[in-house]
């Protein structure tokens, strides 16, 4: 049986999530969460990449740990670019920042929160219902519009009259700065790094398998639209104010496999902090059967110019859970 719903969620919060898938299938909705529709033997890579594919609607349960998942993000960007419904369903009371803010800011959401959690639920089965069905009911009538709404502020707290406390809380910022200018500098300047990972895939009760050696990782600079190859010009420094979109490049070498194979590689951008994500994406390489060598790329960010923050920052892109390729770049005033 097809399934219609694919479920995204951070492993921190797995419990909540297989309740959703519960209480959808209860109704009949049939789901595909990770790991459970993942056969023996299968790449989870693709595994996830065709679950999306096949899904009319992309159910994000969405927290804190969502909100900092690269998985997720990778997740979320394949569900919007194949065109799925795409309906946040929040279990905790968290803003979407960066990348995850760039996708939700103007989508429709739902609270699922508790105490009140089991009437979140049954909003989620009407809403998933309304676009599977011919209701006449939008999704937008049963949930709520636009950007969500910072969390609740904790009440001030009392200042204490010494300031020895004040003083040390200083010396441990300033280390704390100083520890992340480290990482930020270290992350631009480390040499790039590249690892073979092996492919296979099973067609017709054959398996094919190969070796896929990523080569190259460079970035540069232009408009929405990709320029052509004699018209990128590669880099590792950028200039803030003259940046629109920074694409990110990746070169596969192989053994010509014979016929078409898939390759998803899942890319993340992070910087200019260490716990900051700044985009996520998936390059899909559909590499022809007779290719020894193959390059494909992604941009990321916004015209006109301006939307990047000076600072380091460093590309990882991942098939499965391997990274396979990283590099740095910078991000100048």
């Known amino acids: ?7 995204s969620y951070s492993s921190h919060d797995q419990a909540t999530a297989a309740q959703v898938v519960a209480e ?13 529709d993942i056969k023996a033997g299968d790449v989870w890579a693709h595994a996830i990449v065709d679950a999306i594919a096949a899904a009319r609607v992309f159910v994000l349960v969405f927290s804190a740990h969502a909100n900092r998942s690269g998985h997720v993000l990778n997740e979320l960007d394949a569900a919007v670019r194949r065109g799925a419904t795409v309906i946040p369903v929040r279990i905790e009371n968290v803003m979407p920042d960066r990348a995850m803010e760039y996708h939700l800011q103007s ?12 009437q979140g639920l049954a909003n989620l089965k009407q809403a998933i219902s309304t676009v599977l069905g011919d209701g006449s009911r939008r999704v937008d009538e049963l949930t709520r519009i636009g950007p969500l709404p910072p969390p609740p502020q904790p009440p001030p707290r009392s200042v204490r009259r010494s300031r020895l406390p ?4 200083l010396g441990v910022a300033l280390l704390a700065m100083a520890g992340f200018g480290f990482w930020r500098l270290a992350a631009a300047r480390a040499g790039p790094v590249f690892t073979p990972f092996d492919f296979r895939a099973s067609t017709a009760g054959s398996e094919f398998r190969t070796t896929i050696r990523p080569t190259r990782l460079r970035f540069f600079e232009g408009p929405q639209q990709t320029p052509v190859f004699n018209q990128r010009r590669y880099g590792l420094r950028f200039t803030a104010a003259q940046t629109r979109y920074i694409y990110t490049e990746v070169t596969l070498e192989l053994d010509p496999p ?11 951008i992070y910087g200019p902090t ?4 700044e985009a996520t994406f998936t390059l899909g390489n559909r590499i022809a059967g007779d290719a020894s060598s193959w390059y494909n790329s992604y941009g990321w960010g916004r015209d006109p110019a301006g939307a990047w923050k000076p600072g380091s920052y460093r590309a990882e892109c991942l098939y499965g859970q391997k990274v396979v390729a990283r590099a740095g770049f910078e991000v100048l005033e």
């Open 274 to 277: 260490a716990d900051n994500i």
């Open 258 to 268: 014979g016929r078409p194979i898939y390759v998803p590689l899942a890319c993340t």
């Open 166 to 169: 004040l003083l040390a809380a």
């Open 1 to 7: 049986m097809s399934h219609a719903v694919f479920v």
């Open 24 to 36: 959808l299938e209860a109704a009949g909705i049939r789901c595909w969460i990770a790991p459970r």
């Open 107 to 118: 989508r429709h959401w739902l609270d699922v929160l508790e105490p009140n959690r089991p």
